[in-house]
């Protein structure tokens, strides 16, 4: 089983510009680790991502992350306007 595992790491490690060989790469690893449920699993709920998103597991979680990105740079632009136009209001409260 351990020359089987130094194969399949070895193909790996040559071929790994395949974009198409790096799809089953991680229930492939876990298989030949010995646990075939936990890699039913991903493939099933990979399966089941891309069914209900239209997106792979990678490409949601980018745009989840870049999501963010834009509220907080929202919530930042909006604390700077709000902040000056206090400014401004107590500078015009203050003159009179």
């Known amino acids: 089983m351990k020359f089987y595992k130094l194969i399949f790491f070895l193909s790996i490690f040559f071929l790994n510009a395949c974009a198409q060989s790096t799809?089953?790469?991680?229930?492939a690893v876990t298989v030949a680790s010995g646990n075939a449920f936990n890699a039913g699993m991903q493939v099933v709920?990979?399966?089941?991502?891309?069914?209900?998103?239209?997106?792979?597991?990678?490409?949601?979680?980018k745009d989840a992350i870049e999501e963010d990105k834009r509220k907080k740079k929202f919530n930042s632009d909006f604390r700077k306007i709000v902040e000056n136009r206090v400014k401004l209001t107590r500078k015009k409260?203050?003159?009179n």
């Open 23 to 27: 799809v089953f790469l991680g229930p």
């Open 93 to 95: 409260l203050t003159i």
């Open 45 to 61: 709920t990979n399966t089941a991502l891309k069914n209900g998103t239209g997106k792979d597991a990678v490409s949601h979680i």
